[in-house]
């Protein structure tokens, strides 16, 4: 069965850094583009950064110089490193696969929740 | 960017009734559309693919269709599980985006 499973969320402080791991299972994160999506309280859906079977990475502008997404292989997961956190990055934070060459998202994980505030 | 407006925000139809859905882009995206919907505390799920695609394991109630800048989600005989917030999401190019949401609620 094709499954992600994200873990790493939690309450920082503004300032503060967290780093979001996503495990998958059922297929090879090295062979697919990989994405974190995030949704505020009550919001809708933003995506935030891609990850290429090639390994190139693509972020949204809010956290470009911020948020580091990568992969470990071996592990088969996907991270995102996130630094200098504000409290606009309070978010449920998903992983989804897009694994067409239309890239649509399936499937997701079941989400971990970051809150920034002091 | 692309911008991706869905309408309407909100409705509020009946068990067997015929819903629609709309959504259109900031230009034109071909079809590199897909549609989602999410339930209450649950992560989107994958209904509609490349604008017209049915994910397996949808129901068929569930279509698409639309190119360009302009598409259209269809419930055909609207159930009560449907009830969940639906979402547009362009593919076309970085950074993908979203519609800002359309809940449906059953009467």
């Known amino acids: 069965e094709v499954q992600l499973v994200e873990s790493g969320g939690g309450l920082v402080q503004p300032g503060g850094s967290l780093r979001l791991s996503c495990a998958a299972s059922?297929?090879?994160?090295?062979?697919?583009?990989m994405n974190w999506v995030r949704q505020a309280p009550g919001k809708g859906l933003e995506w935030v950064s891609v990850i290429y079977s090639g390994g190139n990475t693509l972020y949204a502008d809010s956290v470009k110089g911020r948020f580091t997404i990568s992969r470990d292989d071996s592990k088969n997961t996907v991270n995102i490193q996130m630094n200098s956190l504000r409290t606009e990055d309070t978010a449920v934070y998903y992983c989804?696969?897009?694994?067409?060459?239309?890239?649509?998202?399936?499937?997701w994980g079941q989400g971990t929740l970051v809150t920034v505030s002091s | 960017d692309i911008q991706m407006t869905q309408s309407p925000s909100s409705l509020s139809a009946s068990v067997g009734d015929r819903v629609t859905i709309t959504c259109r882009a900031s230009q034109t995206i071909s079809t590199y559309l897909n549609w989602y919907h999410q339930k209450a505390g649950k992560a989107p799920k994958l209904l509609i693919y490349?604008?017209?695609g049915l994910q397996s394991g949808v129901p068929s109630r569930f279509s698409g269709s639309g190119s360009g800048t302009d598409f259209t989600l269809t419930i055909s005989s609207l159930q009560p599980e449907d009830s969940a917030t639906y979402y547009c999401?362009?593919?076309?190019?970085?950074?993908?985006?979203f519609g800002q949401g359309t809940k449906l609620e059953i009467k």
């Open positions: 059922g297929f090879s994160v090295s062979s697919t583009y």
């Open positions: 490349a604008a017209s």
């Open positions: 999401q362009q593919s076309y190019g970085i950074p993908y985006s």
């Open positions: 989804a696969r897009a694994p067409g060459v239309s890239k649509w998202f399936d499937p």
